[in-house]
């Protein structure tokens, strides 16, 4: 395989080749996302900050990660597709080693800049070499193995964070990308080649687009994930914030649609397909993203697992997950887009309606069931989405709306954090409030419930009255123990209700797949 090959002039061992060295690069790439989280604590004793800096680590890196994914097109354009994404192995592999030695809070935030400047090109790349690899009839298959590496991930991030912490230390989940990356270098030197349509180059490099997609990007990151703790827009810095981001927003749209090499080519989006189908995944993103955070932290404060233990409480979601996604890709080809996504989009509803059914005596096996059915749920929505939402594209076009698809659904999964974050607190309180109005000195309930606490309490030997005064801590437990299940619940049916939404997108999907010359 000494040059570029159209898809239908290679064997099937090329093409497996080729799908496992994407995956690779995918999987890394989006699952460094979310492998921090749970060793967060462990790195706040290491470089001696606190919870609000050492959330910084992940911002840094999806801040860089982000741009990366947006201007891969034009990277692609300027280097050649090969040359980006052997240069973002390497870079990506560099910052992980460097990530692993950091020996202090600055070091290790310029060091996840360098990692997701790695990072994030091979993520749209992945799709875009298994979109062109796979002939029509196989995209089921295709999107299946890059469905593997991108929505897998971030499921099984904190699982193997938790895992890798605990037995080895926090600067192993960096180390663990090192032989990852050396082994997808060489495959991508020696089996990835560049199609003859992407050779165009540059004449002139676009500035001002860049300086406007990084300011909008950054922005939008920073304030989603310091919004809720700012109070938003109560908030001058979050509020000054906005308008300079929605600013750079508008500026950049206007400026790349008349700049001849435009470094966002927002032009793509006037594919119907493109254009439905990363709607959908932008809903998707938050969908994923956000039950990622959430779950784990239900576990944690209602539950009390431990970190790990609430790791893998996504573990039966990431094992449907794997198991269902080659099925999907099968079915696919067989009933279309239209039908498996519904399939995805019911079997989803019915996982978010048995979470808000959970109570404050929930154990591992209340969870097992709902994940397991919206992990089985998950892969006929996003294989098909992804088949369909590029099926219309020409080929020169195809690493530029590979990018935006990806920004959209990443987007969303930032969108989901700050989401959950801010329902779960404003749920907390708004429930407090309702139930706090029905705990009062004249209800006969609560008179009863206090008087049986003291009773248990001096029946144990505590005197009465610091058994009165520990019944009305109990109390307060029990009321914000409450009021925090409830706002979970109310999470799961605002999810829940996200996908009936995406019904409707349904009938305006392109009806087959099939790529332009």
């Known amino acids: 395989m000494g040059a570029f090959k159209e898809c239908e002039e290679m064997s ?120 062109e690899t796979f002939p029509p009839e196989q995209q089921g298959t295709a999107m299946s193995l890059y469905g593997m590496g991108v929505v897998l991930a971030p499921a099984l991030g904190p699982i193997l964070g938790g895992w890798i912490t605990d037995n080895s230390g926090w600067p192993w989940i960096f180390y663990i990308n090192v032989p990852v990356g050396i082994l997808g270098l060489a495959l991508t030197a020696k089996f990835i080649f560049d199609p003859p349509y992407l050779r165009r180059g540059m004449q002139s490099i676009d500035w001002l687009g860049i300086i406007l997609l990084t300011t909008f990007l950054t922005g939008m ?127 989803i509803i019915w996982s978010y309606y048995d979470l808000t059914k959970l109570s404050v005596t929930a154990g591992m096996s209340n969870l097992v069931w709902p994940l397991l059915i919206m992990g089985a749920g998950m892969p006929f929505m996003f294989v098909p989405l992804s088949a369909v939402s590029l099926s219309t594209i020409s080929k020169s076009d195809m690493t530029d709306a590979s990018g935006m698809y990806t920004l959209t659904r990443r987007i969303g999964g930032n969108i989901g954090y700050a989401l959950v974050a801010t329902l779960l607190d404003r749920g907390v309180q708004a429930h407090r409030v309702y139930l706090s109005e029905h705990i009062t000195q004249f209800s006969q309930s609560t008179q009863a419930y206090r008087d049986a606490l003291v009773q248990s309490l001096t029946s144990m030997g505590v005197n009465s009255l610091k058994a009165s005064k520990l019944a009305l801590g109990m109390l307060e437990k029990v009321l914000t123990q409450q009021s925090t299940m409830l706002a979970y619940n109310d999470i799961s049916f605002i999810f829940g209700c996200m996908f009936f939404l995406l019904v409707p997108f349904l009938f305006f999907l392109p009806p087959q797949v099939k790529t332009k010359k």
């Open 221 to 347: 990151q920073i304030i989603l994930e310091k919004g809720q703790k700012e109070n938003w827009f109560e908030s001058p810095y979050i509020l000054w914030g906005t308008v300079v981001t929605l600013a750079a927003l508008l500026a950049l749209i206007i400026w790349e649609h008349y700049y001849p090499a435009p470094v966002v080519n927002f032009r793509v989006f006037k594919d119907k397909g493109l254009a439905i189908g990363s709607t959908m995944g932008f809903i998707f993103g938050i969908s994923l993203y956000g039950t990622t955070f959430i779950l784990p932290q239900f576990t944690q404060q209602i539950l009390g697992y431990p970190a790990f233990e609430s790791g893998l409480a996504l573990a039966p979601r990431a094992l449907t997950l794997l198991l269902f996604m080659p099925v999907a890709g099968w079915l696919y080809q067989r009933i279309g887009s239209k039908g498996a996504i519904l399939i995805g989009i019911i079997a």
């Open 12 to 131: 099937s061992a090329e093409r497996w080749t080729i799908a496992v060295t994407v995956m690779f690069g995918a999987f890394i790439a989006v699952m460094d996302t979310s492998v921090v989280n749970v060793a967060m604590k462990h790195m706040m004793g290491s470089f001696g900050a606190d919870m609000n800096s050492i959330t910084w680590v992940a911002i840094s890196y999806s801040i860089a990660e982000i741009i990366m994914v947006t201007m891969a097109g034009w990277w692609s354009s300027l280097i050649g597709r090969k040359t980006l994404y052997i240069a973002s192995y390497a870079v990506f592999t560099i910052g992980s080693i460097l990530c692993g030695l950091a020996t202090s809070f600055e070091q290790m935030i310029i060091f996840r800049v360098i990692q997701g400047i790695g990072g994030g090109a091979l993520i749209p790349i992945s799709q875009a070499i298994l979109r």
